[in-house]
């Protein structure tokens, strides 16, 4: 089949790239002149393990290409998809659907014949309803369709996630719109992927519902953590406790500083709106939002627990900036505001991150960037693990006691237990372990 994608970002490229692979002939468009000659060198705008050769390889088969015409680039197309940025709106923090709704208006200009036309961007429910509208208000061809189907990816496992997909959701009106959706997904049905069939709005919500789950469970354990440390309970050991019970299910019970990303807090928000505007109460989701904000916003008193009380003049050595490991995203990231409340309260801030530093530096005035994990420790009261990248994960921890002048490895992923930190003279404080009690 013949694709269009509009918009080059993270769900636009991956799912592009994947497409492409399954044999399909996919056109991926974007207004970025320099991020579309970017990638055709072969340079991706952001960093996703696996991504380079995916996007090369499928270029080279020549099912793939890159171009800045929308006209050109949908011309052959069966099915557009809309994969534009849908980023929290300033003021009140609903999506912001600006760009989901030029290209529509733009696509409805250029057609030459009926499309069915997809939303992959995460939209409240009614935006398909409102590009059906725009695409008879602009004059598209009689016969264009507009359905759902939101896409699940989670970063730095994306390719995997849109080849190896728990499930596939497609929600549309007509039956048209269905039979185009499942001959393009049809490579993944070989390897049995479930495939939700169901109505547009249905699909637009199920996203939102996903991703504010997800957030929920993440709040439900970093409070359970909380009530650990009070009581002397070990928070892992509770999550597996529960989490081998399939209803509730082990994944996503991992307790931490806080979830942050591109999606969940701008998702989780989004759907509050969603719900104020119908005039219906989401009191557990406004709850998880603010237990994870008020959770970020924690972290920097753990570490000057771990300093002795007052971060004044104290040498801080933080571990991974990044919102999680394999990315190079910093949206959102939990550690933006640690470093901040670290720096008001006098410290001094080291910070080392595999891949984020481009992207943290803007973000992070007053620090200095190490070069590895050894120098972030040097001369350091405390060394904070923010991020659980691999390479944290099997520290030389006897050279890390060697370069800190205090003892503090404030472990805010539980990387580590504290035994084994213990032998090498370190004090552990991890997250929901009993250490604060
Ligand atoms: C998330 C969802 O997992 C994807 O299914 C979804 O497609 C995507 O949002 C999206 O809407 O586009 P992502 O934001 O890439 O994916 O990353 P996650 O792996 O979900 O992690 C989100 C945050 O939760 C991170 O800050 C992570 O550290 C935190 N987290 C995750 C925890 O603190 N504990 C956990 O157990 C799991």
Redo the contacts with the bound molecule.
Sequence with gaps: MHLAMIGTG??GLVSGACFADFGHHVTCIDKDTAKIDKIKAGVMPIWEPGLEGLVKSNIQHGRLSFTTDLKAGIERADAVFIAVGTPARRGDGHADLTYVYEAVRELAKAATKPIVVVTKS?VPVGTGDRIAEILKEEGAPEGCSVASNP??????AAIR?FKIPDRIVVGAEDDHAREVLKEIYRPLFLNQAPIVLTGRRTAELT?YA??AF?AM??SF?NEVADLCEAVGADVQEVARGIGLDNRIGA??????????????PK?TLALLRTAEEAGVEQRIISTVVSVNDDRKAAMADRVAKAVGGSLKGKRIGVLGLT??PN?DDMRDA?SIPLIQRLLEGGAEVAAFDPVGREQAEPLLPGITFAEDEYETAAGADAVVIVTEWDEFRALDLEVIAQKMKGKALVDLRNVYDRAEVERFGLVHFGVGRGQYG
């Design positions: 993270y769900v995460t896409e699940f990816l989670r970063e730095g996630d996203k996903a991703n997800l469970k993440i354990i994944k996503f019970l991992h307790a931490g500083p806080g979830y942050g990303g591109s999606c969940f998702d919102f999680k990315t939990p």
